[in-house]
């Protein structure tokens, strides 16, 4: 299976994607836990979640751009 440019592409935008993703949603995260450290554990475990999330959407994206080529 030979790999176009377009599905290239598609791949690395895809996976650019998930890292700003997945970035706002730590940075986000830790500015939460510096204003209210009482509830870390709990934004934490939602911040996991979320990031779980934005990697499942990210594979899919990789793997339809890899189909396509």
């Known amino acids: 299976m030979e790999i176009t440019g377009i599905a290239a592409i598609g791949a690395g ?5 998930a ?3 997945i970035g706002r949603i730590g940075g ?3 500015e939460a836990m510096a ?3 009482e509830h ?3 934004i934490q475990t939602n911040m996991i979640i979320a990031a779980a ?3 499942g959407v990210a594979l899919f994206g990789v793997v339809v751009a890899l189909l396509q080529g």
Do not use: D, Y
């Not at 935008?13 to 994607?17: Q, R």
């Open 13 to 17: 935008l895809a996976a650019i994607g």
């Open 35 to 37: 204003r209210q450290p």
């Open 28 to 30: 986000s995260a830790l």
């Open 53 to 55: 999330l934005v990697e």
């Open 19 to 21: 890292g700003i993703g």
């Open 40 to 42: 870390s554990g709990m």
